[in-house]
């Protein structure tokens, strides 16, 4: 890279605080054309603060940004678009209702000579550009028939609709399947031979050495490492993350775990019957699977394989329809209709989704973390407020969670902690199933090595976990067994201790016969 040529964006002593916190302190960063820089931290180290600033998001309290060598003022997104940076963001910012053709184009739509909206073209326009970023919906759609992992996709699309150069992906593929992974990081690449910089932000280190050229670690704020993204080892960034040496091994929680003792749960042949079905969604239509005590088994399947909506339906929150096929926990048949009744039989559910299924953003970390046992800690139908503190306070000091206090808003608080949030919650209950559906999604590595371990002593005590993720090396690291899903229904299952991301991947796209289960699996 010619060193007279200045970056396409340099960020320059760079501050930010909010209240009494500082979020970014004194941060210099820069980004070349044709490059992609991945921005690593622990959540709550700054990464979404600093490329807020970037995309105009925040107005710093001190140093200067550089587009191109020009000294810029962003006052806003609008701003930061038509200088050419657009952000996608972790937690999606799309308008249920509308469709993905209009949801691309909000704001900014295409007219007709007459001047009112030009669909035509929108549509069109927006089916060429998921056909570029390898999607196949329909763009007339609405955006609340698709599932997360879709959704994630359609922001992509958008962004990838500004022509921007400046490109900030923040967890990009936290929702996506493998093959769309695969994917999108072909797209990465196009751009960055069309001369595009690229931040990448995320947690998963696999994605860090293949895509990006240079990474910048923050901790506390703070730019603390810089490394050769091709080089680094994940070891070298976790410990320049959390300031010591981590050890991220899966097996913490398998490891753990007791041996499957006595069976929990049994599903035989479960499906779903609707009137009408909603778009979108795959409800089971024929799943047999086992949980034992203190076994955590996985689940496994592309998006759209039906993984969440099995979750939902043992919780009580899938759709509503006639059910085939028998659910046994603890050798009893049971139905859950409601959450409440689950809760009630001893389970509980960790949704994929923290920010709409999972929390009460504008909620206190307090009444998010106890909701599910007010009716236990609750006296004559009142809850003392010591018994509401003490179950909170040991909750968030058992899993770590940052906070400046149990009373702030939980939507204030880094997505790993919302997400331990959740986790807590559920474990307060003291269950004996949990339901864990992409319970890592968007949380550092740090956070992930505490999630594991709160899993494998749970499993140890004798908790049965059924635990859904995207993700091939953590579904074999952390479970026992593995049970892949195709179109709502269980296709194989493998032993976690005879198989490698490869074959699960391809058990995944319906490579194999199921003759190839391993002995004595769920057909």
Known sequence: MDGDVAPLAGLTGISKSFGGAQAVREVDFTLRAGEVHALLGE??????????VLSGELTPDSGEIRIEGAPVRLSGPGDAQRAGIAMIHQELDLVPALSVAENVFLGREPRTRLGTVDRRRMVR??????????????????????????????VIVKALSLDARILIMDEPTSALSAPEVERLLEVIGELRRAGAGIVYISHRMEEIGRVADRATVLRNGRVVAEFDARSMTAAQASEAMVGRPVHLMFRTAGETAAAAGEELLRVEGLAVRTRRPRPGRRDPAG???????????????????GRTELLETLYGAGTKGTWQGKVLLDGKEIRPRSPRRALWLGMAFVPEDRRISGLALEHSVLANTVLSIVDRIARLGWVPRRREQQAARASVDRLGVKLASLRGPAGALSG??????????????????????????????????EIY???GEAAAQGVGVLLASSEPAELIGV????????????????????????????????????EDLVAGGTR
């Open 43 to 52: 959540n709550g180290a700054g990464k979404s603060t600093l490329m807020k």
């Open 125 to 154: 326009d927006t089916a060429r550009l998921l056909e570029r970023a390898g999607v196949g919906f329909d763009p007339r759609r609405p955006v609340e028939q698709l599932r997360t992992g879709e959704q994630q996709l359609v």
């Open 287 to 305: 799943v047999s699977l086992r949980v034992g005590k203190g076994e955590i088994v996985g689940l496994a399947g592309l998006l759209g394989a």
């Open 416 to 449: 790993g902690n919302q997400q331990k949030v959740v986790l807590g919650r559920g474990l307060l209950t003291e269950p004996r199933l949990l339901l864990l559906d992409e319970p890592t999604r968007g949380v550092d590595v740090g956070a992930k090595a």
């Open 453 to 455: 371990r709160l899993l």
């Open 479 to 514: 479970c026992h067994r593995v049970v892949v899903l195709q179109g709502g229904r269980t296709v194989r299952e493998l032993d976690t201790a005879a198989i490698s991301e490869a074959d699960l991947l391809a058990a995944a796209m319906g490579q194999g016969a199921l």
